[in-house]
T-cell receptor
Framework: NAGVMQNPRHLVRRRGQEARLRCSPM?????VYWYRQLPEEGLKFMVY????????ESGMPKERFSAEFPKEGPSILRIQQVVRGDSAAYFC????????????FGQGTRLTVV | GESVGLHLPTLSVQEGDNSIINCAYS??????FIWYKQESGKGPQFIID?????DKRQGQRVTVLLNKTVKHLSLQIAATQPGDSAVYFC?????????FGAGTRLTVKP
């Protein structure tokens, strides 16, 4: 049973380009969470999704950021027109149920905007 | 801002000593807490969890204590080893997401 898989592990984008981060949850998990982490800081909640639904996107910037979790395929975090401030590690976690259960994390995608 | 915070950003201990990492939370309605360990360049890894109907839970070399009266959580690591060096986060499960504190960096000196 593979863990949460994120790809790519490292992503370099020039300012103004688009970044697409992928997350495949653990088998049987239908709840996906995205977090952002700056160096030497904690994980900031961005968005919580279930299959085909965004449940809570209160941590997502209002512009340029979007997330989806289609019926088939991985969850995608999309950042349009990236800026240097978007440089961070983005982690995805998945869980079997909504609350009171352990969430498993992927290894993260490190986005560098040059 | 985040509702979960840590008292100490860094902690240095001697190999073999016990480590105690503290965490304060602000939402008295939170009913589930998790400690994660994050090594450099990796994702957070589950260590131990505790539900609000408990005040103590033990794992292998780790113990989590929950004091709901003062909304305080601690992680105790017995006989700390070099492999325990990492950043430790407590997470508070609220509704449908987890909120993390800034983390404590634990360094184990040989």
């Amino acid at each position: 049973n593979a863990g949460v898989m994120q790809n790519p592990r490292h992503l370099v984008r020039r300012r103004g380009q688009e970044a697409r981060l992928r997350c495949s949850p653990m088998k049987g998990h239908s709840h996906v969470y995205w977090y952002r982490q700056l160096p030497e800081e904690g994980l900031k909640f961005m968005v919580y999704l279930q299959k085909e639904n965004i449940i809570d996107e209160s941590g997502m910037p209002k512009e340029r950021f979007s997330a989806e979790f289609p019926k088939e395929g991985p969850s995608i975090l999309r950042i349009q027109q990236v800026v240097r401030g978007d440089s961070a590690a983005y982690f995805c976690a998945s869980s079997y149920q909504k609350t009171n259960t352990e969430a498993f994390f992927g290894q993260g995608t490190r986005l560098t905007v040059v | 801002g985040e509702s979960v915070g840590l008292h100490l950003p860094t902690l240095s201990v001697q190999e073999g000593d016990n480590s105690i990492i503290n965490c304060a939370y602000s939402n008295s309605a939170s009913d589930y807490f998790i400690w994660y360990k994050q090594e450099s360049g990796k994702g957070p890894q589950f260590i131990i969890d505790i539900r609000s109907n408990m005040d103590k839970r033990q794992g292998q070399r780790v113990t989590v204590l929950l004091n709901k009266t003062v909304k305080h959580l601690s992680l105790q690591i017995a006989a700390t080893q070099p492999g325990d060096s990492a950043v430790y986060f407590c997470a508070e499960n609220m509704a449908h997401d987890m909120r993390f504190g800034a983390g404590t960096r634990l360094t184990v000196k040989p």
